[in-house]
């Protein structure tokens, strides 16, 4: 059975119960099964990715363009993984979130959880199909 979603009040975080043990559950399925729910689960913060890189390209391509979709246990998130930091701005880190992080998942909130049991439907099909 597919786990549940659940919209926090503010919008800006989307609870699933038992994704954790979806996930586990999806290890031990072996290697496709795993990488075919990974990148399943990849897919729903893709927008948000684009989003957040489109906006930030006028104060940094370098920086916007090290954002990554990462799919873990504890769910999906966008981070940046450009590692390097010179000190000279200290608040840049809070400037990517005011600036495109944000943003991007504000104007994707409505459409994030829809897209989430999509792709909990995909992978329930294909744990489903004959093999």
Do not use: C, W
């Not at 043990?21 to 099964?33: P, Q, T, V, Y």
């Amino acid at each position: 059975m597919a786990p549940r979603t659940r919209t926090i009040a503010h919008g800006e975080t989307m609870v699933v119960r038992g994704l954790d043990d979806f996930l586990r559950a999806s290890d031990r399925a072996g290697r496709e099964s795993k990488r075919y729910t990974r990148d399943t689960f990849r897919e729903v913060g893709e927008d948000v990715r684009r989003g957040s890189t489109a906006r930030f390209m006028r104060y940094s391509p370098r920086s916007a363009e090290r954002y990554r979709t990462v799919v873990r246990r504890r769910g999906i998130s966008v981070e940046q993984t450009l590692r390097r930091t010179t000190g000279l701005r200290p608040d840049f880190g809070a400037l990517q979130m005011r600036r495109a992080l944000e943003p991007a998942l504000d104007v994707e909130a409505p459409n994030l959880e829809s897209k989430l049991e999509a792709a909990m439907d995909r992978v329930a099909d294909h744990f489903d199909a004959p093999a």
